[in-house]
């Protein structure tokens, strides 16, 4: 994992020196479970490169927490890295239609249990709505591929395509 890890910092800091421009964003939820009690918290930022109109490579990092609940629901913490490739096939001055096409690797550890480890790989179609010259809305919506245990869908796992409305991320872009 580790090396993995690496790999993928190297290639980053490489497509660094030849990008044109660089984008940070992400999202965070927040979660209360008023059946089971229970608290969940996530922050996932993203970050990537434009190589050109139409290319960016990036990554999402994810680090999510579920607190203890009734009914013996234990509380876990899962951690994710999920490089991507972005296609984006249509903008105009406004709006801007992509496909993300990636890997993530996570592992989560529940209480009292062995630690999880997981893994997808597939497209996400996404939407971004330019809001000023450095801000954008940003939503993917939907996944098609693989999933092995990833800490989105624990227990989850196969292949298929899936749009609704749990599989919709909102966030903001800032380019620089």
Excluded at 30 to 54: E, Q, V
Excluded at 64 to 86: E, L, M, Q, V, W
Excluded at 146 to 153: A, K, S
Excluded at 165 to 170: A, L, P, T
Aim: glycine fraction near 12%; aromatic fraction near 14%; avoid cysteine.
């Amino acid at each position: 994992m580790r090396k993995f890890v690496l790999v993928i910092a190297v290639m980053l800091g490489v497509v660094a020196a030849q990008a044109q421009e660089m984008y940070l964003g992400g999202g965070i939820s927040l979660w209360r479970d008023t059946d089971a009690d229970r608290t969940s918290f996530s922050i996932t930022p993203d970050f990537g490169y434009n190589l050109n109109k139409n290319w960016a490579v990036g990554g999402e990092l994810a680090l999510a927490f579920r607190g203890a609940g009734d009914h013996g629901n234990p509380k876990s913490t899962s951690f994710a890295i999920a490089p991507y490739a972005r296609y984006s096939f249509y903008e105009n001055k406004i709006v801007r239609l992509f496909l993300d096409m990636g890997l993530g690797i996570s592992t989560s550890k529940v209480e009292h249990s062995d630690r999880v480890n997981g893994f997808e790989i597939g497209l996400k179609p996404g939407l971004a709505i330019k809001l000023n010259e450095h801000l954008s809305f940003v939503t993917r919506i939907g996944f098609a591929g693989y999933r092995d245990d990833y800490y989105r869908n624990m227990g989850e796992n196969g292949f298929g395509v899936t749009v609704d409305g749990e599989n919709i991320s909102i966030g903001i872009d800032y380019e620089f």
